[in-house]
């Protein structure tokens, strides 16, 4: 064969959708396994036209999928965000629409056993080393994907994978509120920094001239807005300590506002480059996260309950997603113990994806 064949199975995990792999099945090298994933999903062109990528930020992402030596975990998930355009791999964040697939993934192929009705699966997401317990719909036939679930930004219903994340807190930087402040002043913008799941900076809309109820169109298309905001972020990524902060998409940028369909809060979040079609599943812990604070930006904007847990319901692009979050309030913020999801997974093809060999060659063990 004058091509290297990768065994995958590709899914749709929540908003999110891209090729699950086993980590026996890739090369060990860093540096060629990036530039394996970037023929894989066709990094470089704006459709990713020679490989499997969807020509979107979304539909780019990858995991990585094996048996853990960890004491707690059954599956080590680790992710990777694949550019649309500019060849590059970013291995530091985590992403929790991918992991929705994480169980069911594992379970098809075969690093996991079915245990009855429902499978319960320990799943260690690597780049962060948060703990997540992801239940997953099965039969003795293995998994099931047909469901009355619905979540908004998928079309139709699907079984329920149900989501509880734990020690999602300073994953990447190590502390809940990275610059030790609730409210920082970047380029005249007050910001609050924060890193629960996925290390954020969140403005209110109305700090760039924004209703917080634009489209995702009309995001997209104001250029003025995407410039100012990559520089705050930018700055206030470097005060996060994060580095090379230009090429990363971490911190990812959020942007409030008064809810307006009866949820907690508006929001749109951004990816961070592009606006995400819906919610990220790491990003809408942070945000609840940051509702649920007092003294950041969301002071005044949201509709706190004061009930513990709490559900935290966040007005998207494309609807609403529900965070359940278990926590207690403390002198400088919120003691997070768990934030709960309920997302949808559907197997949509699997088999073997194909890359040039002078990528990598495969050398038969």
């Known amino acids: 064969m004058t091509q290297t064949a990768i065994p995958f199975m590709f899914m749709r995990g929540g908003t999110s959708r891209g090729p699950y792999l086993n980590r026996a099945d890739l090369p060990e090298d860093p540096d060629t396994l990036t530039e394996v994933l970037i023929a894989m999903v066709g990094s470089g062109h704006p459709l990713n036209i020679d490989g499997i990528g969807g020509g979107n930020a979304v539909t780019t992402k990858v995991a990585i999928l094996s048996r853990s030596d960890d004491d707690w975990a059954d599956i080590d998930y680790f992710f990777a965000q694949v550019s649309v355009e500019d060849r590059t791999v970013d291995f530091k964040p985590t992403c929790g629409n991918i992991l929705s697939g994480v169980g069911p993934a594992a379970i098809e192929m075969g690093l996991m056993p079915v245990t009855g009705d429902e499978t319960v699966i320990n799943i260690r997401a690597v780049n962060t080393d948060a703990r997540v317990v992801a239940s997953v719909q099965t039969s003795s036939q293995g998994v099931i994907y047909d469901g009355a679930t619905t979540i908004d930004g998928v079309p139709g219903t699907a079984a329920p994978v149900a989501l509880q994340f734990m020690e999602t807190v300073g994953g990447a930087t190590g502390a809940f509120l990275p610059t030790g402040n609730l409210i920082d002043t970047v380029d005249g913008v007050e910001v609050t920094c924060m890193d629960v799941a996925m290390p954020m900076v969140v403005a209110r809309a109305d700090a760039f001239g924004l209703t917080g109820y634009e489209s995702v169109a ?24 994060i580095r090379d902060v230009a090429r990363s998409v971490t911190p990812k940028f959020g942007l409030l506002a008064p809810a307006r369909n009866g949820g907690t809060v508006a929001t749109r979040y951004f990816m961070p480059w592009k606006t995400h079609p819906s919610m990220a599943v790491t990003g809408a812990q942070c945000l609840a996260s940051c509702v649920l604070t007092p003294g950041t930006v969301a002071d005044g904007l949201a509709r706190r309950s004061g009930d513990r847990p709490a559900t935290i319901t966040l007005e998207h692009a494309s609807g609403q997603l529900d965070v359940l979050v278990d926590y207690d309030l403390t002198e400088g913020g919120i003691d997070l113990r768990s934030a709960g999801l309920v997302r949808t997974a559907r197997l949509l093809a699997r088999g073997e994806v194909l890359i040039p060999r002078h990528v990598w060659k495969r050398i038969a063990s």
């Open 218 to 241: 009309e995001l997209n298309d104001n250029a003025g807005f995407f410039a100012r905001m990559e520089a705050v972020r930018i700055r206030a990524g470097e005060k996060m300590g």
